[in-house]
């Protein structure tokens, strides 16, 4: 399976969603409904941060963008799905 680190910046994920629910993951996988938000239901963690330092100065650089990374995650998943 694809895996990818990012830049140290802190998001949400509702931030990322915000950003690409209607664009990026609904154009990958056909979908075109509406995402609500059940505003009643906790978030989780309020923070998870990583410290990117360590593999950035193993000379780590991100090859994959983010749309790239959740496409090839669901073709992945679509492959395993269909396999069994």
Not at 19 to 34: M, Q, R, T
Not at 52 to 75: F, H, M, N
Request: net charge positive; proline share 2%.
């Amino acid at each position: 399976m694809p895996n990818g680190v990012k830049k140290s910046k802190i998001v949400t994920l509702i931030d990322i969603l915000g950003k690409i629910e209607k664009v990026v993951v609904a154009k990958i996988v056909g979908y075109n409904g509406d995402v609500r938000w059940d505003q009643e239901k906790p978030d989780g963690t309020l923070q998870k941060l990583l410290d990117v330092s360590k593999i950035k100065k193993l000379g780590w650089k991100q090859k994959i963008a983010l749309k790239d990374g959740i496409r090839d995650v669901y073709e992945w998943y679509l492959q395993g799905k269909n396999k069994g």
